[in-house]
């Protein structure tokens, strides 16, 4: 319980940007996107044919590589400038899965995009965290 709590004073101690939800927020709005993505991956991978490369089998896997490590980074790190490298690439590995997706299954890249508007949300809650607590 101790390593909680040291997050949670970090974190509470840091300047937070204009439009900082409460934390409460953060639990539903990750579950219902996680669901999204699984039924997004699903539709995906039930439409693709693997003969036509594996460059989407990567993205995956660098998007949800990506999207774990980022806890990581920014609470147990506590290293906001980190985090923001990594919330970049997961935006543009998002964005290009969106893509991919868009040519085998329509329904998958639709479900990709309230993913994309919360991280690109995050990005900037992120990038403002980072901005106002350099030292």
Do not use: Q
């Amino acid at each position: 319980m101790e390593g909680k709590r040291s997050v949670n004073s970090w974190y509470s101690t840091l300047n937070s940007p204009p439009l900082t939800p409460p934390d409460w927020v953060f639990g539903p709005v990750w579950t219902i996107l996680y669901f999204m993505i699984a039924v997004s991956i699903f539709l995906f991978l039930k439409n693709y044919n693997r003969r036509a490369g594996y460059e989407p089998y990567v993205l995956i896997a660098l998007n949800l590589i990506s999207n774990f490590a980022w806890t990581g980074i920014f609470f147990g790190l506590k290293s906001p400038g980190l985090a923001l490298i990594d919330i970049l690439f997961l935006d543009v590995t998002l964005v290009l899965m969106i893509w991919y997706f868009w040519h085998t299954n329509r329904a998958s890249s639709i479900l990709l995009c309230p993913y994309l508007l919360w991280v690109l949300f995050a990005t900037y809650l992120n990038a403002g965290f980072y901005v106002l607590n350099r030292s």
